[in-house]
């Protein structure tokens, strides 16, 4: 069944992480006038969208997803009269505004938990997951339950001078909300209601499907769980009935578009959150291939790259929403390492690898997110020390490698490889100081080394340019339905070396095939493509329709778009 066709299904949302983007006042912290100072690149790129990540006041203790106000602009980043010109400047250039939700937890300096804690009478008490402590079998007190936070150690931490603790599946500085409190939903409807009034498009849910626990609470008692509780605190029950009243008391009575990020959702849960008829959320992030180079939920632990488990998770769930929702199609974030590091790509094929992701990830079924650099082919950085790193999660990550005596040589080089703050250096505009992202000013992370040869007006100038393949790429992909709505088959899913899916819609076709590796592959045309129908529609390494064969020798990281003609 044809997909119900929606602006947001053909829209290209680019991601800024602000902190890292543009630094207009030379304070070595990115800041809204940098960013309306870049929207015209963002406009050409092809993007239709912005993802802001978070421009809340905040402690930065988890640098934004930690909110101590949502219905104010960190001053650093500027003030709310630049945020209303950043919207105005956005819709000028037909960009949507998307806010990040951070709905989960707020910060421990939010005026909410600092009232909680400040009285035990406070309605605000019930805001947060406050629980008194149990006595192990010494009678010393231990939290009430055995779980873990997602950022390492205990899930409750005790509030001083008390035998309580509270729940943060974050950092201790994150402390979860009680959304079973009808006044927390009531709030968190009137925050959407408060920037949907603003103009913002739409949303990103930051671990969206935690929100609904399982009461009453229990130890998890399963040996295997590395992170303990998880089947307590994702996808709870009442997961459902949580997304619909934020629609029926905000988001519907606007024209937005919402993407939730998602905890490893569960199959029917997530078929449910996206489901066009369930009025939750319109899409969630999928990042299963990209767990495809390292252990599932412990990115510092690499493996080699597997491709077959790649496509399962970039092609599983465009198959599986087919019809009945909409997808995202996904490379990079905040939180990831920068895809031309990874996936046991080799630094000489930068080009080629950049070029090959995005036409085998863009081209597929979902709406395109883009993160910040990744248009120009921006690296992981090599960094010399965790000092140099400022994400608290790694910290948090070197201290529990410590603690298992891991030598600190090797939880370097594990977590240099995966670290979130690869995704986090200033962005790379040329080669002046700074890579142009400031004046001079020290950044608050610092910048990667190799900005004098990879940054935007090198790419630019360059006739191997990213963002200009980027560009062309989108260019295509919106003016071809099929390439937006068309259903993707996939050919030879076990194929270890080439990835291979075509799109349909009506009686048109394309076909994406693929060499993800760095040694050539041979590609067999699927039997049910004519030879003398196709044309070459878009290549990354220049291809000719004068070479299709029966049989094609694929170079490394060479991705081919044929057309059908008929
Ligand atoms: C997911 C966000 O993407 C990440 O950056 C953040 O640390 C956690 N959620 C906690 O909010």
Redesign the pocket.
């Known amino acids: 069944m044809a997909a119900k066709t929606n602006w947001y299904k053909e829209a290209v949302v680019y991601q800024i992480y602000p902190l890292s983007f543009m630094d207009s006042n030379n304070d070595g912290m990115g800041d809204i006038c940098g960013i309306i100072s870049k929207l015209d690149y963002i406009k050409e790129l092809g993007a239709t969208a912005i993802w802001f990540s978070p421009l809340y006041a905040s402690p930065w203790k988890?640098y934004g997803?930690d909110i101590s106000d949502y219905k104010a602009i960190h001053p650093a980043f500027g003030t709310m009269e630049d945020f209303d010109e950043l919207i105005r400047e956005c819709h000028a250039r037909g960009l949507r505004v998307m806010m990040d939700a951070?709905f989960n937890?707020t910060s421990n300096e939010h005026a909410w938990f600092k009232a909680a804690l400040a009285d035990k009478t406070s309605p605000y008490r019930d805001y947060y997951i406050i629980r008194k402590g149990k006595k192990d079998k010494e009678g010393k007190l231990i939290p009430p339950t055995n779980w873990t936070s997602s950022f390492t150690g205990p899930a409750w931490e005790r509030i001083e001078g008390t035998d309580e603790y509270y729940l943060h599946l974050?950092a201790p500085e994150?402390p979860d909300l009680n959304w079973e409190n009808p006044k927390v939903r009531e709030e968190m409807a009137g925050i959407l209601r408060f920037w949907l009034e603003k103009g913002v498009d739409g949303f990103r849910f930051?671990?969206f499907n935690m929100i609904s626990k399982v009461y009453p609470f229990k130890d998890d008692k399963n040996p295997l769980h590395f992170q303990k509780g998880v089947q307590y605190y994702v996808d709870g029950p009442r997961m459902h009935e949580f997304l619909k009243e934020l629609n029926d008391k905000a988001l519907s009575l606007y024209d937005t578009y919402t993407v939730g990020?998602s905890y490893t959702p569960d199959e029917e849960h997530a078929y449910r959150y996206i489901n066009e008829e369930s009025g939750e959320l319109d899409t969630i992030f999928h990042f299963e291939h990209l767990a495809a180079d390292n252990i599932f939920g412990l990115k510092m632990i690499p493996k080699p790259f597997n491709l077959r488990q790649f496509k399962r998770g970039l092609i599983d769930t465009q198959l599986r929403y087919h019809g009945s929702g909409w997808n995202t199609l996904v490379l990079e974030?905040?939180?990831q390492a920068r895809c031309v590091s990874r996936f046991g790509i080799k630094k000489k094929y930068r080009y080629e690898a950049a070029t090959f992701l995005a036409m085998i990830t863009y081209l597929g079924w979902g709406t395109p997110f883009i993160y910040q650099g990744q248009e120009i082919g921006m690296t992981n950085t090599d960094f010399k020390s965790r000092g140099e790193m400022k994400d608290p999660?790694t910290h948090f990550i070197f201290d529990l490698a410590k603690g298992l005596h891991v030598p600190d040589s090797v939880s370097f080089r594990m977590m240099k490889g995966a670290a979130?703050d690869n995704a986090r250096t200033p962005m790379q505009w040329d080669a002046s100081v700074n890579a142009g992202f400031n004046k001079g000013a020290e950044p608050w992370q610092c910048v990667n080394p190799d900005y004098k040869k990879i940054n935007v007006s090198a790419d630019l100038a360059s006739d191997k340019s990213i963002y200009r393949f980027y560009q062309k790429l989108l260019a295509l992909r919106k003016s071809e339905d099929t390439l937006i709505y068309g259903n993707t088959i996939e050919y030879y899913p076990d194929d270890r070396q080439v990835i291979t899916y075509s799109r349909c819609y009506g009686d048109k076709r394309f076909l994406i095939v693929g060499n993800f590796s760095g040694v050539r592959a041979d590609f067999i045309m699927p039997s049910d493509f004519e030879l003398d129908e196709l044309s070459i529609r878009m290549t990354n390494l220049g291809r000719s329709d004068a070479e299709i064969a029966e049989v094609l020798h694929l170079e490394p990281y060479e991705a081919i778009l044929f057309e059908e003609n008929r």
């Open positions: 988890d997803y951070v937890h974050f994150q930051d671990v990020e974030n905040h939180d999660v979130r």
